[in-house]
C-alpha cells in the first residue's frame, strides 16, 4: 500500500518556465514532507522540506506548498533551469522515523 | 569527502549466494536507513536503525535479510540465497535527528544484480 504517490512520471518544461511536481499522501499522520532531486548514478539529495505546521516554504528558486485538507504536496521550481532536470522524490514521515518516498517524476528542461 | 560512503558500488551474484553490503554513514549521524530501488520504482524503506538499535524492520521483504550496525556507525545490510527479484539498487541514508531539518544524507548505492 503505497502511503506517498507521485502520479506524474514525467515532466517536461521549458527553460525560463514554471515546473511543478506534484505529490499525494494518504497518512494524516505525517508531518513532515521533504523533495528529493536524484541525478543517474548518484543517490538522491535533500532539496527543500516542510513541516505539517506550514503551507508553504521557500528557497531560492524552489518552494514546497502544503494543502493538508487534500493531502497534497507540491514542488515549485522558478524559473526552470537545464540543470534542473533529474527525477524528484517526495517524502514523507511521522516521527522522524519510517519515511515513506513516492515513485519520482522525471522533469525533462529544454533549453 | 565526508558524505555517506557504500560498497561495493556493484555487486553481481548468482541466485542462491549470500551477500553484504556495507554503508559508512557520515560520522556523527545517529539514525541509519536502508532503501531499496527496483527498475522503475521509488525508494521502497528496508529499515531503520537509532544508533544500534533497529526500532523499525517493518519494510524487510523477508527473512532472508537482515542488517546489522555496530559501534553506531558502519551498517551492513545481508542477504541471504539471494533470488532474481532482490536485483537493485540498495540505498543507504544517514541523518542527524533533533535538528530542525531532518534531511537525510544519502550513499551513492550498490547496485545489486542477481544472475
Known amino acids: 500500500d503505497q502511503q506517498v504517490k507521485q502520479n506524474s512520471p514525467s515532466l517536461s518544461v521549458q527553460e525560463g518556465r514554471i515546473s511543478i511536481l506534484n505529490c499525494d499522501y494518504t497518512n494524516s499522520m505525517f508531518d513532515y514532507f521533504l523533495w528529493y532531486k536524484k541525478y543517474p548514478a548518484e543517490g538522491p539529495t535533500f532539496l527543500i522540506s516542510?513541516?505539517?505546521?506550514?503551507d508553504k516554504n521557500e528557497d531560492g528558486r524552489f518552494t514546497v506548498f502544503l494543502n493538508k485538507s487534500a493531502k497534497h504536496l507540491s514542488l515549485h521550481i522558478v524559473p526552470s533551469q537545464p540543470g534542473d532536470s533529474a527525477v524528484y522524490f517526495c517524502?514523507?514521515?511521522?516521527?522522524?522515523?519510517?519515511?515513506?518516498f513516492g515513485s519520482g517524476t522525471k522533469l525533462n528542461v529544454k533549453p | 569527502g565526508a558524505g555517506v560512503s557504500q560498497s561495493p558500488s556493484n555487486k553481481v551474484t548468482e541466485k542462491g549466494k549470500d551477500v553484504e553490503l556495507r554503508c559508512d554513514p557520515i560520522?556523527?549521524?545517529?539514525?541509519l536507513y536502508w532503501y531499496r530501488q527496483s527498475l522503475g520504482q521509488g525508494l521502497e524503506f528496508l529499515i531503520y536503525?537509532?544508533?544500534?538499535?533497529?526500532?523499525?524492520k517493518s519494510g524487510l521483504p523477508s527473512d532472508r535479510f537482515s542488517a546489522e550496525r555496530t559501534g553506531g556507525s558502519v551498517s551492513t545490510l545481508t542477504i541471504q540465497r539471494t533470488q532474481q527479484e532482490d536485483s537493485a539498487v540498495y540505498l543507504c541514508?544517514?541523518?542527524?535527528?533533533?535538528?530542525?531539518?531532518?534531511?537525510?544524507?544519502f550513499g551513492p548505492g550498490t547496485r545489486l544484480t542477481v544472475l
Open positions: 536503525f537509532q544508533g544500534n538499535s533497529a526500532p523499525d
Open positions: 560520522s556523527g549521524h545517529t539514525a
Open positions: 516542510i513541516s505539517s505546521i506550514k
Open positions: 517524502a514523507a514521515s511521522y516521527n522522524f522515523n519510517k519515511f515513506y
Open positions: 541514508a544517514s541523518s542527524h535527528q533533533g535538528g530542525p531539518a531532518v534531511e537525510q544524507f
